[in-house]
């Protein structure tokens, strides 16, 4: 009798600073806007703007919003992937699980290391985010190949590049959403905020702004068929962008604006390209954009959580597993 190789599951996500001080902050940043597959510009011209002027001027800043929604385990975006590893573990008794992330500790090489010394042969690659992009999953994708480069026996692998349109992952968020509405009522406008990319990217190929209207239009046309709502609330916008080159429109912020200066009252926004909440959603959505709301004339503003570890997300990712192994 032959005996099935010991499977192992990989679950990657972004990476966050292990504190929120300015020089954890700029060790983080270092690495994450020092890969090419985050910022593409020539290394000589961007590393001593990078080192000389970014990262000395924005750790500090961004050092005091991490402090602004630091948990007692650490950093959100840490301890909500580390819950989630642990969750499937519970769910998967067979299968090795480990989490890492691409910019921080534990890194991929880490959890590389964790799973191979358990003896697993066979494993599958899951990039926390739904909707593909060259500068997330492409970026798990190059820190796997970069972790099994100078290694004798390689496993076999599996890599998950999207689960965007993928069903139990839309009725997760079709769930979360009507228990949002069913407790804070129906708004005038609800706003799927992903994060943006630079149009440079998805005109050079990256399909990550269809990826992202796949997930809204999935989600919107369950919710308007069970009769949630009729009239197209939903609308697609762009957060958290960096730098000076265009990215992708509309942007969250401007659109935020735009319709509290039109007299929408009852703003509410679901990030869910986000698998767990991090600074992007609860600094940027759930503080920094709830106050531009009611500073230019809206009146009730609330933040549909992401998935994180609920129970919804863990059944959703291991129907995901089950699908690929
Ligand atoms: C050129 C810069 C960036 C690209 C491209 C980009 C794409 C991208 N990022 C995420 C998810 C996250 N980004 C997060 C933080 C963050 N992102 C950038 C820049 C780019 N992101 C920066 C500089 C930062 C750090 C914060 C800041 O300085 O403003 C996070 C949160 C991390 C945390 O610790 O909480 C996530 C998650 C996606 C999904 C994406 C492309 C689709
Ligand atoms: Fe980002
Ligand atoms: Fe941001």
């Known amino acids: 009798m032959q005996l099935l190789p010991k499977k192992g599951i990989l679950l990657v996500n972004l990476g966050t600073p292990d504190a929120p001080t300015p020089s954890s902050v700029?060790?983080?940043?270092?690495?994450?806007?020092?890969?090419?597959?985050?910022?593409?510009?020539?290394?000589?011209?961007?590393?001593?703007?990078?080192?000389?002027?970014?990262?000395?001027?924005?750790?500090?800043?961004?050092?005091?919003?991490?402090?602004?929604?630091?948990?007692?385990?650490?950093s959100p975006l840490y301890v909500y992937t580390k819950a989630q590893a642990e969750a499937l573990s519970k769910k998967l008794p067979d299968h090795e699980i480990a989490f890492a992330f691409c910019y921080s500790e534990p890194t991929v090489n880490m959890a590389m290391d964790k799973l191979l010394s358990a003896g697993v042969e066979d494993i599958l690659i899951l990039p926390l985010y739904p909707q593909y992009s060259c500068s997330t999953s492409a970026a798990v994708f190059d820190a796997v190949a970069r972790s099994l480069q100078k290694r004798r026996a390689i496993p076999s692998l599996r890599f998950i590049r999207d689960y965007a349109t993928f069903e139990p992952y839309i009725d997760a968020l079709v769930t979360c959403i009507k228990n949002h509405t069913s407790e804070h009522g129906i708004p005038d406008k609800l706003l799927f905020s992903l994060h943006g990319i630079p149009v440079r990217f998805a005109n050079q190929g990256d399909d990550y702004p269809l990826r992202c209207q796949a997930t809204t239009a999935a989600v919107n046309a369950k919710l308007v068929n069970e009769l949630v709502w009729k009239e197209d609330i939903v609308q697609l916008t762009y957060q958290s962008k960096f730098g000076k080159e265009p990215w992708l429109v509309p942007a969250t912020d401007a659109t935020v604006e735009s319709l509290a200066k039109s007299g929408i009252k009852h703003l509410q926004i679901i990030c869910p390209g986000f698998s767990s909440d991090c600074l992007e959603t609860l600094e940027e959505i759930s503080i920094g954009i709830k106050e531009s709301f009611i500073e230019h004339g809206g009146e009730k503003f609330s933040y549909i959580p992401a998935l994180n570890a609920s129970d919804n997300h863990i059944e959703m990712l291991e129907k995901l597993i089950y699908q690929h192994f």
Do not use: C, H, M, N
């Open 26 to 74: 700029s060790r983080y940043l270092k690495t994450f806007l020092s890969d090419s597959r985050v910022v593409d510009l020539p290394k000589i011209l961007w590393q001593p703007l990078l080192r000389g002027i970014i990262l000395p001027i924005r750790s500090p800043k961004v050092a005091k919003l991490y402090q602004s929604i630091w948990l007692e385990g650490g």
